[in-house]
């Protein structure tokens, strides 16, 4: 369903039944009524998008989706209308990006009805950010029970190596858990879901850095009914895709939507900025032990010996399918509790004195993983510059692009909810501690500096070399 309105994008565009629904083809914000709608505008609201809304208010109205810009340039990697992500959360009351964690979405959670749903009948509050992702070497496929509100098949993931598909990856504030925890059942004995690290296949963001192309009177690019292009079955080929052999979306009148690349890695945005790689995510999955009622069970459904992704069949096809459940494959460790977003990425980029060889490494090879060691790497839209103090500013902006980026090192760390609190007293309060991309796509924690940029002298080839 294309929406013939502007973005906010209202949530009646993206309806959620059949499971499981349709989603916006772009990476997006979903918001409450009162934060999205112009026309709810009160005095000293920011930039014409609502009132600003407490991190605890329940709102049980319909919501709005607002389309996202990759920019790395932004401390937050975003775009909101111009702004940057971060400065667009903050006056909403919500988490920075570096205050959320990445979990994959494969199923109905991707839809702005359910995600409304939430809001009014789970409690879920607060911008809910969501990135478009190429998955590779994992599927959303059907899971043996049904759900219990509706009677529709839900997905579950699974293994599935040579597999891409398109998904998406909430960055989750910690409070918004509560919520997605009662959905998924990961809250009741025995549990229907279990929250888990995933270390099987690849995610990468998937946005090209350009602004999403409005089609006539400002709709978004065409919905997806899915967000999942068609995946092999075991043993079988894909269904043919018109003009080349690459995955492709479906509108919900079974058209395509949208034709992805050759079946190479998403490797960079637009202006050449790589895109990042998630590794490990967060995802619900069917639990370690099964919950001993078949209506429950979201193992994988087996129809002869394989599971079947549910971009190889509808809801209606989905119900009459008749099988065994099946192991997922997966190398998934089960999370207890609440993540904290410090536990992701687990490395950092430096720049300056925490260098390998330079004055306070020894502070950093402490907190380092010994089984990988600090290799060279890149921030391209970084800037290294001296302030006159004994040790460098690092700032982001599309010069530092132009001028070769940031040099610098990646370490990995033993720790990172350890090594961090100690890493950012030395930082300390000219520095914010964000999420970067370097050149090869890797994630990393870096400290942005915050203070006057005046008097600064940039240093090409970096620190090391002044």
Request: aromatic content about 6%.
């Amino acid at each position: 369903m294309e929406p013939e309105t502007a973005p906010p994008w209202p949530d009646s565009a993206f309806p959620a039944d059949p499971y499981p629904g349709a989603r916006p083809a772009v990476s997006f914000v979903h918001v409450a009524t009162a934060q999205a709608d112009p026309a709810a505008q009160v005095p000293g609201a920011p930039h014409g998008l609502g009132p600003v809304r407490r991190p605890d208010e329940v709102c049980d109205d319909d919501g709005g989706s607002l389309p996202l810009h990759a920019d790395r340039s932004a401390p937050s990697g975003w775009r909101l209308a111009g702004r940057c992500l971060d400065a667009w959360l903050a006056d909403h009351g919500a988490a920075p990006m570096s205050g959320r964690v990445p979990v994959l979405a494969y199923g109905s959670n991707v839809c702005p009805s359910k995600i409304a749903w939430m809001r009014a009948e789970r409690g879920l509050t607060g911008p809910v950010v969501v990135l478009r992702v190429r998955v590779e070497g994992l599927s959303a496929v059907w899971s043996a029970g049904l759900r219990l509100v509706d009677d529709q098949r839900p997905a579950t993931l699974a293994a599935a190596p040579g597999t891409v598909e398109t998904h998406a990856v909430w960055m989750v504030e910690p409070h918004q858990f509560a919520a997605l925890d009662t959905v998924e059942g990961r809250d009741v004995d025995p549990p229907i879901y279990r929250l888990a690290r995933v270390a099987t296949g690849a995610v990468t963001v998937l946005d090209d850095g350009a602004p999403p192309a409005a089609l006539d009177g400002g709709a978004p690019p065409a919905a997806l009914n899915d967000g999942a292009p068609p995946a092999v079955l075991d043993g079988g080929a894909p269904p043919a895709v018109p003009g080349n052999d690459a995955p492709i979306g479906v509108l919900d009148d079974g058209t395509p939507a949208a034709v992805l690349d050759d079946g190479a890695p998403a490797a960079v945005l637009d202006g050449g900025a790589p895109a990042g790689v998630i590794d490990r995510p967060w995802a619900y999955l069917a639990p370690d032990e099964p919950t001993g009622n078949p209506r429950t069970d979201r193992r994988p459904l087996l129809v002869d010996g394989s599971a079947v992704p549910c971009t190889a069949l509808d809801q209606a096809g989905s119900v009459a399918l008749a099988g065994v459940p099946g192991p997922d494959g997966l190398d998934a460790a089960t999370v207890d509790g609440v993540p904290a977003p410090q536990q992701w990425p687990p490395r950092v980029f430096v720049y300056g004195s925490l260098m390998p060889g330079q004055a306070a490494w020894p502070l950093l090879q402490e907190h380092a993983a010994p089984h990988r060691p600090p290799y060279p790497a890149t921030l391209q839209h970084g800037t290294v510059a001296d302030t006159g103090c004994g040790y460098p500013a690092l700032t982001l902006d599309t010069a530092g692009a132009a001028a070769g980026g940031a040099p610098g090192h990646v370490v990995e760390l033993s720790d990172p909810q350890a090594a961090l609190p100690a890493l950012d007293e030395y930082e300390g309060p000219q520095y914010r501690r964000i999420r970067v991309v370097v050149a090869d796509g890797t994630v990393c924690w870096a400290w942005l500096w915050t203070a006057s940029r005046a008097g600064l002298t940039p240093l090409a080839r970096g620190w090391a070399a002044r």
